[in-house]
Structures are given as structure tokens and as C-alpha cells.
């Protein structure tokens, strides 16, 4: 059997949890919360089961959820999408990365990501017959080269694929950031697609900086989210897709063949939750607290911390604790320290081996502080 990816294994992130599971270790490794929603969410989710809204619902969504992530995406960003052809929900934000590949990449065209990056990028332009371009994140602080973007572009170049806050440095793209690549693009017909799932976990009073929120890049651009970040609920799997209506109108032709539509009792319970924006306004401190506690507590290791501006993401050099390769790290941290993390190589085609792990510090206070208590004598 010829594969269509050979070089796709299981990813890291079931390879950890596993590996967390057999040691009986902190899971820091593949990101998601140990702690659930706050209860009012799942008893709205309950109330639209209970009265009857169990059959599909429309293609792209119900209109309420819709409406309400219009309302958010206006109120935050100043950008109104029409809710009835230009927001799509879909099954958590990997859908939404793959079902927009599929849609915009012809075979043969060149796709261009940021490396590190999420591991779904690579394997989803393979998929749609695309080529993927590899431009590095400045070395240090993992911010945008735009010399790098400028010389990677092509005539073959269909679309760009971005993310901030990023998994896994936890860097950030700020205003001037979206600047420049709205200028080096404007010449250009290339896309954009903007992976925005942490937009709610941005530090220290910074601004999100959505692609949303920049009009010229906005026209070219897909802009996408996931509920599982945003309210706790990985295991949904209920994401959302905004774009102008002409890169709409493609998205939703594959969308409907490929999941057609996406559960309709969690998008009633989503809808009534979005109608309070303090659900979402919140956050931000939320995770900043957990932060702050996290990076504290391993302020008197000899781990050294990266700065974490966005995400739910920690990382950290540990040159001067190990010399292991980073995944031979993680596996000896998970199994004889008890706490498990993610290496950076896994999100790197070619990994340039700096000593480099990322923690997850969507966790409870208990969980952080027995990880904590563990990595502290290191
Ligand atoms: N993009 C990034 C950057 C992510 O970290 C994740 C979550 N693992 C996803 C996409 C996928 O999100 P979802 O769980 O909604 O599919
Ligand atoms: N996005 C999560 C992470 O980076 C995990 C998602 C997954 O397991 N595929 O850890």
C-alpha cells in the first residue's frame, strides 16, 4: 500500500499522554485543561438535548452560533462578518486547517509555513497535493522574518500559514507584525491562513492581533478558531471559520462533504454561552494567573524560562539540567520526574536540536504545583 503521508507517525501528543499514563506522571505534555467549563455551559448543552435539537443542523452552523461569533468577531476586532455567508462552524480547528487547505491548494502549489508549527500543517498540504515551504521564526523570541517570508515567496505560492498566539513558543505577532505581511503581500494574490485558536490567551494587557482586525489582510485571508481553547472543551471538537464570502463559498463546498456538518446540541449550548462576553472577556487573567504561578514556581530551577506572552504554553532551555536530545529529555522527565512535556523537535521538519520543551499550563493549581513540586529539584 503506497501511503499518502510515509512520513506521518502518531502524533507526539498521544505519544506523551501515553508515555504519562504507563509513568503515572503530571501530564504538561499535550495541551488541553484538566478542568472543565464552568457548569453553566454543559447545562445549556443539556437544556438544547433535552428540547429536542438532536438532528442535523444546517450546513454551515445554526445561525444563532453564527450570529453570536459575528457579534464577538465585530465587537472585538471591528471586523462584521455575515454570519449567513461568511462564518462556517466546524469540527474543532483542525477540521477548519484542513477543509481550508483542501478547498484553496491545487496540486502543486506552494504552501508556506512558520516553523515551528502545529503539526497538522505539514500533512494537510501534503493531502491537497501542495508543497510545503519551510520559513524558520526568528531564532530568538520566535517572531516573524520577514526577510525569510520575502524570499520564500514564489509565483507558485497560494497561501501562507499563520499562528498567534503560537503553539508551542508562545510568541506573539503584534500590530507591526500584520503590517508587514499586508505589504509584502499586497502585490501578491497569496492567502492567508490564520490559525487563531489561543486568541483569548494574550498577556499583560497586550492586544490580540487578529488578522480580523486588519482590513486589507482580513479580504485575503481565513481566519480561524476553536472552542475547545476558548471555553475548556477540548473533547468537543467545535471550531470556526471566518472568511469574505468568495473564499467562504469554496470552504463550505468541501466542508459539506467532508464533515457536512458539526454536532447540534453543543453549538444551542455554545450560542446562549457566546451571548455573555465576560465568558470570553475573562480569560486572558485566567491563564495569566496560571502562568505567572507556573513560571514562579520554576524560577528556582536551573530550567531557563522563555518569555510566554500568549497561549497555554511554557517554555523552557534546560541546557543546564541535561544534555539529552529534547525527546530523550521528555521521556526521561516524564518516567523519573514524573512530569511530562512535549519536545520542540516534533514541531520542525528538520529539528535544529536546541534543548528546548514546552509545558502545558492549562492545569489546576493542585496539578501545577505537584508538577511543581516534582521539577523543583531539578
Ligand atoms: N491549531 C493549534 C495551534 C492548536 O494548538 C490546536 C490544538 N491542539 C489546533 C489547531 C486544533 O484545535 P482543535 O482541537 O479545535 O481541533
Ligand atoms: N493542540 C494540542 C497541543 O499542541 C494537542 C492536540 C492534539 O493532541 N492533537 O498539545
Not at 515551528?116 to 516573524?144: K, N, W
Not at 499586497?186 to 492567502?191: E, I, K
Not at 463546498?253 to 455573555?276: E, R
Request: hydrophobic share 40%; net charge negative.
Amino acid at each position: 500500500l503506497q501511503s499518502r503521508l510515509p512520513d506521518v507517525g502518531t502524533t507526539i501528543f498521544s505519544v506523551m499522554s501515553a508515555l504519562a499514563a504507563k509513568h503515572g506522571a503530571v501530564n504538561l505534555g499535550q495541551g488541553f485543561p484538566d478542568f472543565d467549563s464552568a457548569p453553566g455551559l454543559v447545562e445549556a448543552v443539556h437544556a438544547a438535548m433535552q428540547s429536542g435539537h438532536n438532528q442535523y443542523p444546517p450546513m454551515p452552523g445554526i445561525p444563532a452560533l453564527r450570529q453570536a461569533l459575528s457579534a464577538k468577531t465585530e465587537r472585538l476586532y471591528g471586523r462584521r462578518y455575515d454570519p449567513d455567508t461568511e462564518i462556517t462552524v466546524t469540527a474543532g480547528a483542525t477540521q477548519a486547517i484542513l477543509t481550508s487547505i483542501l478547498a484553496l491548494v491545487h496540486p502543486g502549489d506552494e504552501v508556506i509555513v512558520l516553523e515551528p508549527c502545529y503539526d497538522s500543517y505539514g500533512p494537510s498540504i501534503t493531502l491537497a497535493g501542495g508543497t510545503v515551504v519551510r520559513v524558520p521564526l526568528s531564532p530568538e523570541g520566535f517572531h516573524l522574518d520577514i526577510d525569510g517570508l520575502r524570499d520564500a515567496l514564489s509565483p507558485r505560492t497560494r497561501a501562507i500559514l499563520i499562528n498567534t498566539p503560537h503553539n508551542p513558543t508562545g510568541s506573539v505577532w503584534s500590530a507591526a507584525d500584520m503590517q508587514a505581511l499586508a505589504e509584502l503581500l499586497r502585490p501578491t494574490d497569496v492567502l492567508v491562513i490564520s490559525d487563531e485558536v489561543y486568541e483569548h490567551m494574550v498577556f499583560d494587557g497586550q492586544p490580540h492581533a487578529s488578522v480580523s482586525a486588519h482590513p486589507e489582510l482580513a479580504a485575503r485571508s481565513v481566519v480561524i478558531s476553536s472552542f475547545g481553547k476558548t471555553f475548556h472543551v477540548t473533547g468537543w471538537k467545535v471550531g470556526h471559520v471566518a472568511a469574505p464570502a468568495p473564499l467562504m463559498a469554496e470552504f463550505r463546498k468541501v466542508h459539506q462533504f467532508n464533515v457536512f456538518t458539526v454536532n447540534t446540541p453543543m453549538q444551542h449550548g455554545l450560542a446562549a454561552w457566546l451571548a455573555d462576553p465576560s465568558r470570553y472577556e475573562e480569560l486572558p487573567a485566567f491563564y495569566q494567573r496560571k502562568r505567572d504561578r507556573f513560571r514562579a514556581g520554576l524560577s528556582g530551577t536551573r530550567f531557563e524560562l522563555l518569555p510566554c506572552p500568549g497561549s497555554y504554553f511554557q517554555c523552557v532551555d534546560y541546557s543546564r539540567i541535561s544534555t539529552l536530545p529534547d525527546q530523550a529529555f521528555c521521556e526521561w522527565l516524564t518516567a523519573e520526574v514524573g512530569v511530562a512535556a512535549i519536545p520542540l523537535s516534533a514541531f520542525y521538519a528538520t529539528p535544529p536540536q536546541r534543548p528546548i520543551v514546552r509545558f502545558c499550563f492549562a492545569k489546576t493549581e493542585t496539578t501545577l504545583d505537584e508538577a511543581l513540586k516534582r521539577l523543583s529539584r531539578l
